[in-house]
């Protein structure tokens, strides 16, 4: 497993629930002929090659993460074991330590859809680093390289991202609250 395969099944949940919510659709969506999950619109939407989404999404059908749609043969989060990935081993095969202070689009629950979810004693926020960032934080590796401008392209990404790296570094408080909100979008929508 590597870690842009979380990234990829992340992504797959979003199209889903898109697909689902209409309203929540991604604005930079492809045009609506093209196919969001083929792996040209894939590699558009979150900046990685379309060899590494495929090989990404055979690692996550062979683990269990992932299935095949009956109806149209796509693939698609097997949501409870994502679930319980991110919640019990996210942040023991992927760990993340805040490093220096850089610009860069803020992220766990420094990010705008969660920072008002979780009060916070420290004045320092968490940054993926991004050169054209206007936020100055401890700077945070992402779980791909381009998940900064992935997460800008789809709102709903960005907050499973966020929280994503808020159960990578988290505190009991946080990976609690993360826990609560990722169980209200993974398995009940």
């Known amino acids: 497993m590597k870690s842009q395969d979380i ?14 919510y209409p309203d929540t659709a991604d604005p ?5 002929d093209d196919d969001p999950y083929s792996v040209r619109s894939l ?3 979150l900046g990685i090659s379309k060899t590494e989404i495929s090989a990404s999404i055979n690692r996550s059908l062979a683990s269990g993460l992932a299935i095949k749609d ?6 698609r989060p097997q949501r409870r074991s994502l679930y319980n990935f991110l919640i019990h081993g996210l942040r023991f095969a992927f ?9 860069g689009l803020p992220t766990a629950f420094s990010a705008a859809m ?3 979810r979780l009060i916070s004693a420290g004045q320092l926020i968490y940054v993926w680093p991004k050169s054209d960032g206007r936020d100055l934080g401890q700077a945070i590796t992402p779980l791909f390289g381009s998940v900064p401008e992935a997460a800008l392209k789809d709102k709903r990404l960005y907050e499973y ?3 994503a790296d808020a159960l990578r570094m988290g505190n009991q ?10 169980a209200e979008g993974l398995l009940k929508s």
């Open 7 to 20: 990234v990829v099944l992340l992504k797959l949940q979003c199209l889903m629930e898109h697909s689902r």
């Open 28 to 32: 930079h969506a492809p045009a609506p």
């Open 43 to 45: 590699e558009a939407s």
């Open 70 to 75: 009956r109806e149209r043969g796509k693939p």
């Open 95 to 103: 760990p993340v330590k805040p490093g220096a202070m850089m610009r």
């Open 114 to 116: 969660l920072k008002d």
């Open 161 to 163: 991202l966020a929280l």
């Open 173 to 182: 408080r946080e990976i609690k609250l993360a826990d609560e909100i990722l």
